[in-house]
């Protein structure tokens, strides 16, 4: 089981928004994650409004000590081309995200660059969105199968 922590930031829309994709994910078997508030933690989402997040990331996703070699260590999320997860679209149940490089999973998993459509239960901001989906990428979920 892999542990998460959000960290605390200015903007409080998203959190509530992350953690509860979180939970649902991992209730329903997408994911085998818990959130927890640790130091030692295998995945720390950090979402924009916190100072180690520039202002033009949505978030930043940054990995402890990744069980393979090979996974990810950071992933940028943004409106930008030069972060590696993004919003190809975003209306009110749908959204379109763009993996615009590959990446590593922390179990080690390659993720090629590849469109991903996701159903949104209720509107949401881009930038929830996409720390979700990224978190959920990076602890293994299924692309085909996200649904906030």
Known sequence: MFSVKIAEGENRKTLPYIKNCLKKASREGLIDAALCAGKNVDLLVVPRGVSE???NAACMLVAGEPKKKKAAREIRCGLSSRDALTLSSISGKSAMLALQTEIYTLEGELLERQEIPVSLEEP???EAVLAAA??????GADPERLKF
Do not use: H
């Not at 990224?134 to 602890?139: M, Q």
């Open 134 to 139: 990224g978190a959920l990428l990076l602890l």
């Open 53 to 55: 997040v520039s202002e």
């Open 124 to 126: 949401a901001e881009p």
